[in-house]
């Protein structure tokens, strides 16, 4: 079983709607909860960054963690077409911050 | 300012040539990562500068693979004698000090044919 668990979709939604992703982890010394957007043959781009537990919001963009539940979402409200892309969760445990990632679940927004 | 940069973008080697994979981070980056990423999965830890010193290479995936960043700046990623196995996206990334955020660089593409 692999540290992290990340649904590889691919996800299709309409334009507009709400997007709810996630991941699931086993490893409870994860600290820190990242999430990553990724475009057709582009680097990752940080997304959310959370440390421990809580909700943090950025414009249409929230990001999620239960640490009971070892549980983290990313919720993406109004999609747009310009959503469409991978996104992966990503954690690390403190020090260096070396991230254990998910495999990534592939989002398209229609118009 | 400038981002993380790699070069080539794209390298396509025949089984058994070495391969030299280049990174510039972000100018004043003191931490230094590589990741492997294959088709459709997350990237994978590779191994970990921290200025000129590399901290951590456990993720280096045999000892085909070795990296240096001797200045404590621009890094190279080697792999001797190229696989199949090898043919992924290796992405640099860097970040200002031990607990910032991670910029990844837009990757190099080998194809081991």
């Known amino acids: 079983q692999k540290e992290v668990e990340q649904d590889p979709g691919p996800l299709s939604v309409p334009e507009g709607a709400i997007v709810s992703l996630n991941c699931t982890y086993s490893n409870s010394a994860f600290q820190y909860f990242m999430w990553y957007r990724q475009y057709s043959r582009k680097g990752p781009e940080l997304l959310m960054y959370t440390y421990s537990s809580g909700n943090k919001e950025d414009g249409r963009f929230t990001a999620q963690v239960d640490k009971s539940s ?10 747009q ?6 996104y992966l969760c990503a954690m690390g445990a403190g020090g260096y911050n070396k991230l254990i990632f998910g495999a990534g679940t592939r989002l398209a927004v229609h118009p | ?14 089984r058994g040539q070495d391969v030299a994979l280049r990174c510039d981070p972000i100018s004043g980056h003191v ?11 997350g990237p994978e830890f590779l191994t970990y500068f921290q200025n000129e010193a590399q901290l951590d290479k456990s993720g280096l995936p045999s000892d085909r693979f070795f990296a240096e960043r001797p200045e404590g700046s621009v890094s190279t990623l080697k792999i001797q004698r ?15 000090d031990l607990s910032e955020t991670q910029y990844f660089g837009p990757g190099t593409r080998l194809l081991v044919l």
Request: aromatic share 12%.
């Open chain 2, 82 to 96: 190229t696989q199949q196995e090898d043919s992924a996206v290796y992405l640099c990334a860097s970040s200002s």
């Open chain 1, 81 to 86: 077409p310009s959503d469409s892309a991978t």
């Open chain 1, 70 to 79: 070892k549980y983290i979402s990313l919720f993406i409200r109004d999609s």
């Open chain 2, 31 to 41: 931490s230094l990562f590589w990741y492997q990423q294959a088709l459709g999965q």
């Open chain 2, 1 to 14: 300012g400038a981002g993380v940069s790699q070069s080539p973008r794209y390298k396509v080697a025949k």
